[in-house]
């Protein structure tokens, strides 16, 4: 077993060692040591101490949640049968492990006991919010309950992790499973040629001629918004919404695990006291209750549905007289606004894209840390799961190293779609001094094509720039103390706050500007095709409000006064909340809730409303910039000081008044978002 990769805690992960077959043993193994070392606290009577008792519990839990990191994140980036089926083996047992933990009644005790024991008060205040946390977490893992009922809730605990991954898994597998071979490139016409080349690789890989398109971001959005072809526009839309529904494989189908999901989450809140799962989930949120939330979603979309009418009627009536188009179906939307844009404020994404190659973007974001931070960012090696992976260190003025990550940028199969920040490691201080913390960085953009470098989108430098924040927040916490520290602790609906604010960078001429180089001139962005972005900068921003007002209700309806067993569906549920707040209605064939990973799969359940209520807070925060110099280095230290670096050791509305000076409002997200109504409008 010295020789399993997965259980070598000495240093970065050895990707280029670990194979599936790892997987069990390095599991089974640290569940074993694990459940001795509890046994052995539990049974120990000392009175319990931080170093006698935290200290080594954390420490067991660390090791496995670091080889069970790495399991879950290779399965998520290079997902093959082998590991998938290791990954599936495994989850049960971790998920169990876990719900016993949180139900262990002599651990519960041992917390209860140092937090009313003399030293509780000597202790630093990260180290209290740790022992507050543990003691909120046991009553709500279910510790306090009766024994029939802890053996129910764990059982829905461990259902509830398979279900989980199985919905991601059918995603994936629905994703991959299409693909469109077009031989005749007429039929593609308005693609872009880099997306044209990136189409006809795909489909020489395969051994076909012509063009392979798929249902990946990087083909199928460019799809929506240049092809010609409506009827090509329709077949890709229509399959790209129907992933992991019945219109597919019964094995993919994604509706009897929202209807088993909801059902469960209903049953384990209940048996925490709560009357729903939206209650529960807001127990470790800056939020208190699900109407508080709902006020707050419809309040915005009272104030931003008037912007979203205005803008679907001006797209409406501009694809009725320049196109003859009567009546816009949802595959029209993102061709015809993008033909708007070009019109409106005479440029297209296409022609934006040719000036943010990977190789200036890059740099140009780590400048702007640096400069904010007085850092310096540079690549280094480390083993890695594919090769087009890279690593970088984050080192201060005197040299010393503040944190690594991995950046992974370019979508293919066998990997999850979207973008997204992991911790590999935290920062904590042991015996031996701190250890580096240490993030994954995902994307999923176009690979380059043609010998050149990967062209971004605007849009997707800010999506870069969002994750890079959300790495910011783990890597450069200050905090040695393992639960609190970087993202850990942290409201769910505060910790979209440093990735929201550093995409308001990516409309900085300052900042934009060094970061371009046209990739066949190499000229930089031109300032009056900069000046025109920012004009059409809150282009539909009303129409894309009301969309994510929508999923938000969806979500927090579905977990607060939604009944899975009654008759309505998720999807009536959907429709009624589309009257209430969209402008754009879907096809009835659209089955969104079936690829709805972020809250079936991922940690949003009850949450998504964190993005527009994270939002606030970073528009906010970034009115201070704004005041002082968007590239102001002592803003910058304090926003990293009163943010960045205190992670979950207070609470996130404490970290923002100690930045701002205030508690937030509404109205910096309203005015960067063009959502003020001026004088005669």
Not at 214 to 230: E, F, G, I
Request: net charge negative; aromatic share 12%.
């Amino acid at each position: 077993m010295t020789m399993n990769p997965l259980l070598d805690f000495s240093g970065l992960p050895q990707f280029d060692k670990i194979k599936p077959e790892h997987v069990t043993p390095a599991v089974d193994t640290l569940l074993a040591e694990n459940r001795a070392q509890v046994a052995s606290l539990v049974a120990d009577a000392a009175p319990p101490t931080w170093d006698g008792f935290v200290e080594p519990l954390e420490d067991a839990n660390e090791r496995l949640s670091r080889a069970w990191g790495q399991v879950s994140h290779l399965n998520a980036v290079v997902n093959t049968p082998e590991l998938r089926e290791a990954y599936n083996a495994n989850l049960p047992k971790i998920t169990e492990y876990y719900a016993e933990l949180s139900q262990n009644l002599g651990l519960y005790q041992k917390f209860k006991t140092l937090r009313a024991s003399p030293e509780y008060e000597s202790l630093s205040r990260p180290r209290r919010k740790v022992i507050e946390n543990e003691l909120r977490d046991f009553r709500l893992g279910g510790a306090e309950l009766p024994e029939v009922k802890k053996a129910r809730f764990k059982a829905i605990q461990e259902e509830l992790a398979s279900l989980a991954a199985r919905f991601e898994e059918n995603l994936l597998d629905t994703t991959n499973a299409f693909a469109k071979y077009v031989e005749d490139e007429a039929e593609l016409a308005g693609l872009p040629a880099d997306v044209l080349q990136a189409a006809r690789e795909a489909a020489e890989r395969d051994d076909r001629s012509g063009y392979k398109l798929t249902l990946h971001a990087p083909s199928w959005l460019p799809v929506m918004q240049y092809a010609d072809n409506r009827a090509l526009r329709e077949e890709m839309y229509r399959a790209y919404v129907t992933r992991a529904s019945e219109f597919g494989p019964p094995e993919w189908d994604n509706t009897p695990l929202i209807t088993r999901i909801l059902k469960l989450r209903k049953e384990a809140a209940q048996l925490l006291g709560f009357s729903s799962y939206a209650e529960l989930s807001l127990a470790t949120k800056m939020a208190q209750t699900p109407g508080q939330v709902l006020d707050f979603l419809h309040e915005l979309a009272r104030r931003a549905k008037p912007f979203a009418e205005r803008d679907l009627a001006e797209l409406s009536r501009f694809a009725r007289e320049r196109f003859g188009m009567v009546e816009l179906k949802a595959w029209d939307i993102a061709y015809y606004s993008e033909k708007l844009r070009q019109e409106k404020y005479g440029f297209s994404d296409d022609e934006v894209k040719q000036y943010f190659p990977e190789t200036t973007v890059l740099p140009g974001m780590f400048r702007l840390v640096e400069t904010l931070y007085g850092l310096k960012i540079h690549a280094t090696h480390a083993p890695v799961w594919h090769k087009d992976v890279r690593f970088f260190n984050i080192t201060d003025r005197s040299g010393q190293l503040v944190g690594q990550f991995y950046l992974d940028l370019y979508a293919r199969n066998n990997k999850r779609g979207g973008a997204w920040m992991d911790d590999a490691i935290t920062r904590r201080r042991k015996a031996s001094g701190i250890q580096t913390p240490v993030a994954y960085l995902t994307c999923n953009f176009s690979a380059p094509v043609g010998g050149k470098p990967a062209l971004f989108t605007h849009d997707e430098v800010i999506t870069l720039f969002h994750e890079f924040g959300h790495g910011l927040h783990h890597l450069l916490t200050r905090v040695e103390e393992l639960g609190v520290s970087g993202i850990n602790g942290v409201e769910w609906d505060a910790v979209e706050l440093p990735s929201q604010f550093m995409e308001n960078f990516c409309w900085e001429w300052e900042v934009v500007e060094p970061m371009t180089r046209h990739v066949d001139s190499g000229a930089p962005l031109p300032r009056a095709l900069f000046d025109k972005m920012v004009a059409a900068k809150n282009f539909q921003s009303g129409m894309q409000t009301v969309r994510q007002i929508e999923f938000a209700l969806f979500d927090m309806h579905l977990h607060y006064d939604f009944d899975p067993d009654g008759s309505k569906t998720p999807l009536q549920l959907l429709e009624e909340i589309r009257r209430q707040v969209a402008v754009v209605f879907p096809p009835s064939y659209n089955r969104f809730p079936n690829n709805f990973s972020h809250i079936f799969a991922g940690g949003y359940a009850a949450g998504y409303y964190s993005y527009k209520w994270a939002e606030v807070l970073s528009a906010d925060a970034y009115s201070l910039f704004e005041e002082n110099g968007v590239l102001n280095p002592e803003v910058g230290h304090r926003f990293w000081s009163e943010i960045l670096g205190q992670g979950g050791s207070r609470s996130a509305l404490e970290s923002f008044v100690a930045f701002r000076g205030r508690e937030p409002t509404i109205d910096a997200l309203l005015r960067h978002s063009g959502m003020v109504e001026t004088q005669g409008t």
